[in-house]
């Protein structure tokens, strides 16, 4: 088995069965570790309770194992084979060509715990990745899975096709999708994050704390990064906390700001943020500005640092026209060239770009109260211009005014914005959200693109400081 699974598993998992025959169970301790629903096993009356929250990485990596119930709806169900009977298993149809056996395995393991209830909750996310070893109990078998290999209960595979040397005297993660639970590629902070986003929470409030693990695992002295209310701060490349955005319209979660994704349940995708073209500031308790080095080093020493949840954004600002588009219906866009169909519906950004050409670009909405105007305005900050970047990305943010500061309502985002060619062979067959309108009023897939410094949208903003919360 793989380095450090070796004679733990086979004891562990018998000693970890004569506990759960008796009652269940559920110890945060290097032993054992069982999962339960949402309210998971901490007292949530504990005044340790968040500092426990922070250690999930530590907890979680620190067991021997973590057993998982890959069939029921909540820790009341019980675990099939232990104190609920198994599902047969139908009988294993195969073929052997040239001395080669194929196994056709109905429904792959994997999918029957992708499927689960337990894969989509909340909390069980940072469970599975953080956890060195898994035992997954189905309804017809049990899976165990370390960082290295998965094995099945119920279709022997040899060793050998499980887990291979990498030739460097370590080991290469297995690439066998259709009975790995969970993918171990290797994933980096920002994918984990957009995984996350689709998980389900019972309380809004937990949204921060369900990550925890996830972001101390990431964060730290000598890690590469820091967060601030579960926005990623990256130590050298700084840090675009409003570089995201919803594939569809979310539903606000009051107990967290808008500029982070922690304040929205729905699914998260994350942009560009290596070339900021706006400044970040942060706001400690008694109204005193701090930059992001200065809130780093506190991290790093460890320091309790109050702060209040708002963000300071000094950037160009200017105020744009949306129009809310169905494209069925727009006249002359099949004609020149377009693909309707890969035209998405709804709110479009126009920024005039010379007195000939407007760019139209797609709004994705944070939340959905916009949804259904035909035409509006708001006012917007750019985050990226794209001048600097290999992909020119233009990444704008879209907000409203309150009294005394502003609230996030979505994210532009242009790819290849400068690029007169045909889009990178990427982006092919994906919705696309850009699109050009001519004086005569005919809708083009390009466009002659000036210098983008003297695109006439971007000589109408001004420089400003602003507060979002």
Known sequence: MAAGCQGQYSCGFKAGMRLLMGRPTCMFSSSYLTPTDDTQCIDQDDPLKHEQMKRMDEIYSG?????????????????SGVTLPRQPNPPRAYVEI????????????ADKIRSSRWASRGWTYQEGILSRRRIFFTSDQVMFQCNNMTCLEAFAIPMDALQKSN?????RQPHLNDIEPILMAKQNLDGHLM????????YDED????????????????KPYVHFLGSPIHR??????????HLEPAKRRDQFPSWSWTGWKGEVKLTSRSNPDHEIGLMTENGDRTSLEKYIKACDDNQTLPMKHVIELTGKMTTFSFKHIKWSLEPNVRNNGLDEPK?????????PLTTDIRCYSFLYLDDASLAAESQFELPVIVLELGTESKNHNIIILVLKESSDHYERVGLITIRHAFQITNEDDRWKGQPKQVIYLDKAERWLPRAPISEPLTHIWLQGTEKKTILVK
């Open 236 to 245: 050298v490349k700084g840090s675009m906390i409003n570089a995201w955005y």
């Open 195 to 202: 995984a996350y986003s689709k998980r389900d929470l019972k």
């Open 167 to 171: 030739g460097n005297g370590g080991h």
């Open 207 to 222: 949204s921060l704390n369900a990550f925890l693990g996830i972001l101390s695992h990431y964060s730290g002295p000598g």
């Open 98 to 109: 040239d001395g080669v056996k194929l196994t056709y395995l109905h429904t792959p393991p």
């Open 63 to 79: 067991a021997k194992f973590t057993i998982i119930d890959a069939t029921g709806d909540d820790r009341t169900y019980g675990l």
């Open 343 to 351: 035209l998405q519906d709804g709110p479009w950004a126009i920024l």
